[in-house]
């Protein structure tokens, strides 16, 4: 870790985006590129992590410095690369996948997924094929290039898009929470049903219950981070 060597950190326009300054110097990602935001909302997530920071800097303490870094040092090297990767979660979106039983694990999938199924083929005028074999089931070929363009564009979206696809198993799980058409606590119970059933009925496991109290921290900061990124 290094030593904290800034006393505040706030954020400033400049032309046509935002930056990041912490003191006198302006911030810039790991990679030393130029850290310029589109909105201000996201730029003061960024800020808001570096002034939450103690005597020493913890960047694991920092998801939304790391989410934008990894966009702009990384992902915009080869946007395409990310979407299609996007795009195969799509292909094998966690929603198609369904229990052969219990009967109340199938009835409650079926109760939870597929309005998420309605929502996204009306949205996104796509079919999809549901299962309960756990073999690979084949979807509409035309489907992965779609996705792949549903997250394409602006690559701080499309960083968190992935992410959120590759946490929740599911890339039309992600679009409904950048749409806003489902909470983060509502993608958390989605994505998480089985494990939550498992739970109901066989009880709490402590490790267990850890592990997806971090996954719902890193959803809830997702759903900020995506949002950030639309407002002004």
């Known amino acids: 870790m290094v030593n904290r060597f800034f006393k505040a950190a706030h954020v400033a326009p400049q032309e046509a985006h935002y930056v990041v300054m912490l003191d006198m110097h302006e911030l810039k990602t790991p990679a030393k590129k130029p850290l310029h935001l589109a909105t201000q909302a996201i730029a003061e997530q960024v800020a808001a992590e570096w002034n939450a920071q103690?005597?020493?800097?913890?960047?694991?303490?920092?998801?939304?410095?790391?989410?934008?870094?990894t966009a702009l040092d990384r992902v915009a090297l080869d946007p395409d690369a990310t979407a299609q990767a996007f795009a195969d979660f799509g292909m094998s979106d966690l929603l198609f996948y369904r229990a052969e039983h219990p009967e109340r694990l199938l009835a409650r999938q079926k109760q939870s997924w597929d309005p998420l199924l309605a929502w996204a083929r009306n949205r996104f005028d796509m079919s999809f094929q549901v299962t309960d074999s756990i073999l690979p089931v084949q979807?509409?070929?035309?489907?992965?290039?779609?996705?792949?363009?549903?997250?394409?564009?602006?690559?701080?979206?499309?960083?968190?898009?992935?992410?959120?696809?590759?946490?929740?198993?599911?890339?039309?799980?992600?679009?409904?929470?950048?749409?806003?058409?489902?909470?983060?606590?509502?993608?958390?119970?989605?994505?998480?049903?089985?494990?939550?059933?498992?739970?109901?009925?066989?009880?709490?496991?402590?490790?267990?219950?850890?592990?997806?109290?971090?996954?719902?921290?890193?959803?809830?900061?997702?759903?900020?981070?995506?949002?950030?990124?639309?407002?002004?």
């Open 139 to 232: 979807q509409a070929e035309q489907n992965k290039q779609r996705f792949a363009e549903l997250a394409s564009g602006d690559v701080l979206r499309l960083t968190g898009l992935a992410h959120s696809a590759a946490l929740l198993g599911s890339a039309i799980l992600a679009l409904a929470l950048d749409e806003a058409h489902i909470s983060a606590k509502q993608a958390y119970e989605l994505a998480f049903l089985d494990d939550l059933f498992q739970i109901e009925d066989w009880g709490e496991d402590e490790e267990a219950m850890q592990r997806l109290a971090e996954i719902q921290l890193e959803i809830e900061t997702l759903s900020v981070y995506l949002t950030s990124l639309k407002s002004v």
């Open 54 to 69: 103690g005597q020493t800097i913890d960047t694991q303490a920092m998801p939304v410095m790391r989410l934008v870094s």
